[in-house]
């Protein structure tokens, strides 16, 4: 229960402003409730905060002044307060930071808002039917007690708004205020349209069966692409619903949520809750209320949805538990995966992570008995998994500015001839990662960052993928003033289209790239058409591994197999491993059989071997091992500090000074690496250096690195992130 304070106690407030304490104040007129959102003043100005709880107190209380208001919102309950003070300690953030995650909803200080809504009247009917006045009448009767907005109810009907209001003067329509944030419609768990296989009942039963204990536990769905995870998932969903607890799933796209809420509606009659960026304002509104309030039974959403006020959170699903798009790379650097886990401990609730091709984290969990595993081998209907081949670059004699091999556009043509897909697979955005100049060498870089330009050639533009930034692509060598010698180097997806145009005159080709589109919407068109048969050709970067269905598709063709196997990132292997399964799996969906066929100079490489060879307990047995013995993440601890400053030499001397005060990290056993400069050395004018700590996996990480970071005064224009279990180390 959470306490109650009278007018005038003594209550600690935490604010979204970034202090490094709480801040007292007496609680107003009418006392208020631990966890109440409130406003308080703040120097001149007002600002929201939390009522965390009693004051501190121990210094003079006639100048401690008053909380302004009680918002109209649910107070935070004690399950997410501890879930944000977990949070920061684990990801050592400010409370401040943490608050301010929880709290993404816009207008939370508004006064509860109205609207006039539109319902049938008591009087039976007017005192003259005009055809107009019919419509009205019937479009009300056929949603028997729906209530609409003026304008939704004319537009029904196809009738003007004084049509309406008409039918209100006489009774027959009746004109009410009602909150303007609606609960959901609710969803009917009972309402089932497909017919599961033994296997995928198995499975829904186990997650079920986690729902209904009550308590926290994790399990690992495995299936391979087109086995199902999602109607096994979506049956767990059931299961929470008629519990009476709401049900959360994380997709890492929000590209793939209009496909995914259709299936929610298929299932359950009605859409859920929607979290994202591309949500407007007011729906973001209504679903951060209708969650506290319980008037949202679903959410579907990106990480940040993690954050909203659950009224009793009993199950969350993380789609696609592999994808780095969890991990947060800005501000609160957190994982998701890792968040919801932390999360459903805290409130009995169950976490599902479904993958085609877990991380090796999950697998190490699955392993030490920590999560449990369910699989789904086969796959839905008559599909099969596609048949993997390698191509042998170094036998194919490519011409320069070339890179689809002889045997690939063999492959291609055939299935083009035969009216199905193929899709090309390249994780390079843009025409050519590089630009070089023929005359002096010069290679065009961005003004603000340590990382090469990227030619754009349908924005002909030119753009650095750290900052966003962009140019025109100059006529002359920006260093030598040679005109005409700029040339591209390597293939971006736009260059490959060019090259297939070549090869494939006649075939309908389509690029998805991420970069070529404004929207969301605008990107979820073009794969519906896609999907649809609208071309004969798809050009991708990794966007198209994510789950997108194309039964067409019965060919991938990989460009460069060996692209992501060149990083120094530990988990480069993996990734290659996970993203050439994903994009393989596109392949086949439907009853036509499947090939995959990977462009690759080292077809020998244990991790090819591992990919085409489909072996992949091997894989990760393998690459567990590697792991344990480099005594790295999963077997051990990792911490990345970046920090950054436009001072080059304040940054390193603030690096070194740190590199010097390692006892606090040495007393856990822990080692620093470091500083060194960060490979992206600058990004927006700042100059950036890296330290590196690596402790075994018991160690008490977080309060030592505290420690240690807290030994020194920084500048201010300097910034330092800690990033625990770092998953990019650039
Ligand atoms: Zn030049
Ligand atoms: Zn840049």
Redesign the pocket.
Same mark, same amino acid.
């Given at each position: 229960m959470l306490h109650h304070f009278d007018e005038g106690d003594l209550v600690s407030v935490l604010t979204t402003q970034p202090l490094d304490r709480m801040l007292d104040y007496k609680a107003p007129e009418g006392g208020c409730f631990q966890g109440a959102f409130v406003e308080v003043p703040l120097g001149p100005r007002k600002v929201i905060g939390v009522v965390w709880d009693k004051g501190e107190g121990g210094y003079d209380l006639a100048k401690v002044r008053s909380v302004i208001r009680v918002l109209d919102a649910v107070p935070m309950r004690e399950e997410m307060a501890r879930f944000l003070t977990k949070a920061a300690e684990y990801t050592l953030t400010p409370m401040s930071a943490m608050l301010r995650l929880a709290t993404r909803s816009p207008g939370l200080g508004d006064p509860p808002s109205m609207r006039v809504i539109y319902r049938r009247g008591t009087v039976d009917a007017p005192d003259r039917w005009t055809s107009a006045r019919e419509k009205v009448v019937a479009v009300l009767d056929d949603f028997g007690g729906l209530a609409f907005t003026l304008k939704e109810l004319a537009e029904m009907a196809g009738v003007s708004t004084s049509v309406v209001k008409g039918l209100v003067a006489q009774g027959v329509v009746a004109e009410e205020q009602s909150p303007r944030d609606l609960p959901y419609p609710r969803l009917d768990p009972e309402r089932s349209r497909v017919a599961l296989t033994d296997e995928q009942s198995g499975a829904a039963r186990t997650l079920s069966d986690g729902v209904e204990s009550r308590r926290y536990g994790t399990t690992l769905l495995k299936g391979v692409t087109g086995s199902g995870k999602t109607e096994v998932y979506l049956e767990a969903v059931a299961t929470c619903l008629r519990a009476g607890r709401q049900a959360l799933v994380l997709l890492p796209e929000i590209a793939l949520t209009a496909e995914f809420l259709t299936r929610v509606e298929d299932r359950f009659g009605a859409r859920p809750a929607e979290w994202h960026s591309g949500v407007t304002m007011t729906e973001r509104r209504r679903a951060w209320k209708m969650v506290a309030e319980g008037g949202a039974e679903l959410v579907v959403g990106a990480r940040s949805a993690l954050f909203l006020p659950y009224r009793d959170l009993g199950l969350i699903v993380v789609d696609e538990e592999h994808d780095t798009s969890y991990k947060q790379e800005d501000g609160v650097l957190y994982n998701a995966r890792d968040m919801a886990v932390l999360r459903a401990s805290l409130n009995d609730a169950q976490v599902v992570l479904a993958s085609a091709t877990p991380s090796l984290e999950s697998w190490a969990n699955v392993e030490a008995g920590k999560y449990a595993r369910v699989e789904l081998t086969s796959r839905f209907g008559e599909a099969v998994m596609p048949e993997m081949r390698a191509i042998d670059m170094r036998a194919e004699s490519l011409p320069s500015n070339r890179w689809i091999s002889e045997t690939l556009a063999r492959a291609v043509r055939v299935r083009v001839e035969a009216d199905e897909q193929a899709l090309l697979f390249l994780n390079r955005r843009g025409y050519a990662p590089v630009t070089i100049c023929r005359a002096c060498g010069h290679q065009i870089g $961005?003004d *603000? $960052?340590d990382?090469r330009m990227v030619e754009h050639r349908f924005q002909r533009r030119l753009m +650095?993928h *750290? +900052?966003g930034?962009t140019k025109p692509i100059p006529a002359a060598c920006p260093s030598c003033e040679a005109e005409d010698r700029l040339a591209p180097v390597g293939p971006g997806v736009e260059r490959l289209a060019e090259e297939v145009a070549g090869l494939f005159p006649d075939a309908r080709v389509a690029i998805l790239s991420s970069d070529l589109f404004g929207s969301a919407r605008a990107l979820k068109a073009q794969i519906e058409e896609i999907a649809g048969g609208g071309a004969d050709i798809i050009i991708g970067t990794q966007i198209v591994a994510k789950g997108h269905n194309f039964p067409h598709l019965t060919l991938v063709g990989v460009i460069d197999a060996d692209l992501g196997l060149q990083g120094s990132d530990l988990r480069a292997a993996e990734r290659t491993f996970q993203l050439m399964r994903q994009v393989a799996g596109r392949a086949g969906r439907a009853e036509k059989p499947g090939l995959a066929l990977m462009q690759t100079y080292q077809p020998e490489h244990p991790v090819i071997r591992a990919i085409l060879s489909g072996e992949e307990e091997a894989f990760w047995r393998a690459e567990a091992a590697e792991r344990k013995a480099a005594g790295v993440p999963p077997y051990g601890r990792m911490a990345g500090i970046v920090l950054s400053s436009p001072d080059v030499q304040e940054v390193f001397d603030v690096g070194k000074a740190l590199a010097a005060r390692t006892e606090p990290l040495h007393r856990i056993g822990a080692q620093v690496f470091g500083p060194a400069a960060a490979p992206i050395a600058r990004?927006?004018g700042r100059h950036r250096v890296r330290l590196l700590v690596k402790a075994e996996k018991s160690a008490p990480l977080q309060q030592a690195l505290s420690a240690w970071i807290g030994q020194l005064k920084y500048p201010t224009n300097l910034r330092l992130s800690v990033d625990i279990d770092p998953q990019s180390f650039l």
């Amino acid at each position: 229960m959470l306490h109650h304070f009278d007018e005038g106690d003594l209550v600690s407030v935490l604010t979204t402003q970034p202090l490094d304490r709480m801040l007292d104040y007496k609680a107003p007129e009418g006392g208020c409730f631990q966890g109440a959102f409130v406003e308080v003043p703040l120097g001149p100005r007002k600002v929201i905060g939390v009522v965390w709880d009693k004051g501190e107190g121990g210094y003079d209380l006639a100048k401690v002044r008053s909380v302004i208001r009680v918002l109209d919102a649910v107070p935070m309950r004690e399950e997410m307060a501890r879930f944000l003070t977990k949070a920061a300690e684990y990801t050592l953030t400010p409370m401040s930071a943490m608050l301010r995650l929880a709290t993404r909803s816009p207008g939370l200080g508004d006064p509860p808002s109205m609207r006039v809504i539109y319902r049938r009247g008591t009087v039976d009917a007017p005192d003259r039917w005009t055809s107009a006045r019919e419509k009205v009448v019937a479009v009300l009767d056929d949603f028997g007690g729906l209530a609409f907005t003026l304008k939704e109810l004319a537009e029904m009907a196809g009738v003007s708004t004084s049509v309406v209001k008409g039918l209100v003067a006489q009774g027959v329509v009746a004109e009410e205020q009602s909150p303007r944030d609606l609960p959901y419609p609710r969803l009917d768990p009972e309402r089932s349209r497909v017919a599961l296989t033994d296997e995928q009942s198995g499975a829904a039963r186990t997650l079920s069966d986690g729902v209904e204990s009550r308590r926290y536990g994790t399990t690992l769905l495995k299936g391979v692409t087109g086995s199902g995870k999602t109607e096994v998932y979506l049956e767990a969903v059931a299961t929470c619903l008629r519990a009476g607890r709401q049900a959360l799933v994380l997709l890492p796209e929000i590209a793939l949520t209009a496909e995914f809420l259709t299936r929610v509606e298929d299932r359950f009659g009605a859409r859920p809750a929607e979290w994202h960026s591309g949500v407007t304002m007011t729906e973001r509104r209504r679903a951060w209320k209708m969650v506290a309030e319980g008037g949202a039974e679903l959410v579907v959403g990106a990480r940040s949805a993690l954050f909203l006020p659950y009224r009793d959170l009993g199950l969350i699903v993380v789609d696609e538990e592999h994808d780095t798009s969890y991990k947060q790379e800005d501000g609160v650097l957190y994982n998701a995966r890792d968040m919801a886990v932390l999360r459903a401990s805290l409130n009995d609730a169950q976490v599902v992570l479904a993958s085609a091709t877990p991380s090796l984290e999950s697998w190490a969990n699955v392993e030490a008995g920590k999560y449990a595993r369910v699989e789904l081998t086969s796959r839905f209907g008559e599909a099969v998994m596609p048949e993997m081949r390698a191509i042998d670059m170094r036998a194919e004699s490519l011409p320069s500015n070339r890179w689809i091999s002889e045997t690939l556009a063999r492959a291609v043509r055939v299935r083009v001839e035969a009216d199905e897909q193929a899709l090309l697979f390249l994780n390079r955005r843009g025409y050519a990662p590089v630009t070089i100049c023929r005359a002096c060498g010069h290679q065009i870089g $961005c003004d *603000q $960052c340590d990382a090469r330009m990227v030619e754009h050639r349908f924005q002909r533009r030119l753009m +650095c993928h *750290q +900052c966003g930034e962009t140019k025109p692509i100059p006529a002359a060598c920006p260093s030598c003033e040679a005109e005409d010698r700029l040339a591209p180097v390597g293939p971006g997806v736009e260059r490959l289209a060019e090259e297939v145009a070549g090869l494939f005159p006649d075939a309908r080709v389509a690029i998805l790239s991420s970069d070529l589109f404004g929207s969301a919407r605008a990107l979820k068109a073009q794969i519906e058409e896609i999907a649809g048969g609208g071309a004969d050709i798809i050009i991708g970067t990794q966007i198209v591994a994510k789950g997108h269905n194309f039964p067409h598709l019965t060919l991938v063709g990989v460009i460069d197999a060996d692209l992501g196997l060149q990083g120094s990132d530990l988990r480069a292997a993996e990734r290659t491993f996970q993203l050439m399964r994903q994009v393989a799996g596109r392949a086949g969906r439907a009853e036509k059989p499947g090939l995959a066929l990977m462009q690759t100079y080292q077809p020998e490489h244990p991790v090819i071997r591992a990919i085409l060879s489909g072996e992949e307990e091997a894989f990760w047995r393998a690459e567990a091992a590697e792991r344990k013995a480099a005594g790295v993440p999963p077997y051990g601890r990792m911490a990345g500090i970046v920090l950054s400053s436009p001072d080059v030499q304040e940054v390193f001397d603030v690096g070194k000074a740190l590199a010097a005060r390692t006892e606090p990290l040495h007393r856990i056993g822990a080692q620093v690496f470091g500083p060194a400069a960060a490979p992206i050395a600058r990004i927006r004018g700042r100059h950036r250096v890296r330290l590196l700590v690596k402790a075994e996996k018991s160690a008490p990480l977080q309060q030592a690195l505290s420690a240690w970071i807290g030994q020194l005064k920084y500048p201010t224009n300097l910034r330092l992130s800690v990033d625990i279990d770092p998953q990019s180390f650039l």
